[in-house]
């Protein structure tokens, strides 16, 4: 969405190598300010998947389950993806490689904004590993408790 919004200000100013940083502000908060009507969920091999403009699932046929909360629940990201990391920086990864999905996936700035990035598999095992290093620490709190006991 914010790939597809900075490449229509380039279109309009080519002659610009960098967009004016009010453009990048603007160009930033219209795509949050957006109603994300044309985005949903569609099931792709068996795998929902979100579906919209400028995503690689757009064009995959199948039914798109749109409305709802979905509209919701991407402008409330869209906003914190903004707050995060803020739209310079945004717009410099966007000039580098174009792949925004990569930078906001990859990054280990936020971990519960790149979880939506994840596969239920790499969520389950993420959440697995979580829960054994919990009991690891619960264990040692014991076996600490047990030796000041002993003491």
């Known amino acids: 969405m914010f790939f597809l919004k900075?490449?229509?200000?380039?279109?309009?100013r080519p002659s610009l190598e960098k967009l004016p940083e009010a453009d990048i502000v603007e160009g930033a908060e219209e795509v949050c300010d957006d109603k994300f009507e044309n985005y949903g969920v569609k099931e792709v091999n068996k795998i929902k998947r979100l579906s919209g403009p400028g995503?690689?699932?757009k064009d995959v046929p199948g039914v798109m389950e749109g409305g709802g909360k979905w509209p919701v629940r991407l402008k409330s990201m869209c906003y914190q993806y903004l707050e995060e990391?803020?739209?310079?920086?945004?717009y410099r990864e966007y000039l580098k490689n174009k792949n925004l999905q990569q930078f906001f996936c990859k990054?280990?700035?936020?971990?519960?904004l790149t979880d939506v990035c994840l596969s239920e598999h790499?969520?389950?095992r993420n959440k697995t590993e979580n829960e054994k290093r919990r009991n690891?620490?619960?264990?040692?709190?014991?076996?600490?408790?047990?030796?000041?006991?002993?003491?």
């Open 122 to 124: 790499e969520k389950t």
């Open 136 to 151: 690891k620490t619960a264990e040692a709190d014991t076996k600490g408790d047990q030796i000041k006991d002993e003491l």
């Open 55 to 57: 995503l690689e699932t």
């Open 85 to 90: 990391f803020g739209d310079e920086v945004i």
């Open 107 to 112: 990054s280990n700035k936020k971990p519960d």
């Open 6 to 12: 900075f490449a229509k200000l380039h279109k309009k």
